[in-house]
């Protein structure tokens, strides 16, 4: 598998500082895909990352990516979005492709 080694743009690193803390936060980035929004989820201070995608090829590449990372783990299984121990609570944090392809912030 050819791993790319792309990193988060900085704009959206900036997008996301601007209207998040994730710092010390447990962040589940649902359709992680190859895991670069993931990483730079961590960059930022996350406490954990939980990146989860549909395809198995994108969490191994995304796994490869990340490896030297102990708080980021990847799964195709939704229960990973949930904290162990307290299942009726989401992690503090979800980030998903709203930020790039919504109008969320822009109040439309």
Known sequence: ?????RSADESWVSLIQNYVNVN???IVDIGCGGG??????????ALHV?????SLEMIKGASEKCINY???VFDRTPEDCLMPGNESHLRDCCKSH????SNFFRGS
Request: no cysteine.
């Open 98 to 101: 709203a930020f790039e392809e």
């Open 36 to 45: 670069i929004y993931t990483k730079s989820l961590a960059d930022m201070g």
């Open 70 to 72: 102990d708080n980021v």
């Open 50 to 54: 939980t990146g989860v995608d549909f």
């Open 24 to 26: 010390g936060k447990q």
């Open 1 to 5: 598998m050819r791993i790319f080694r």
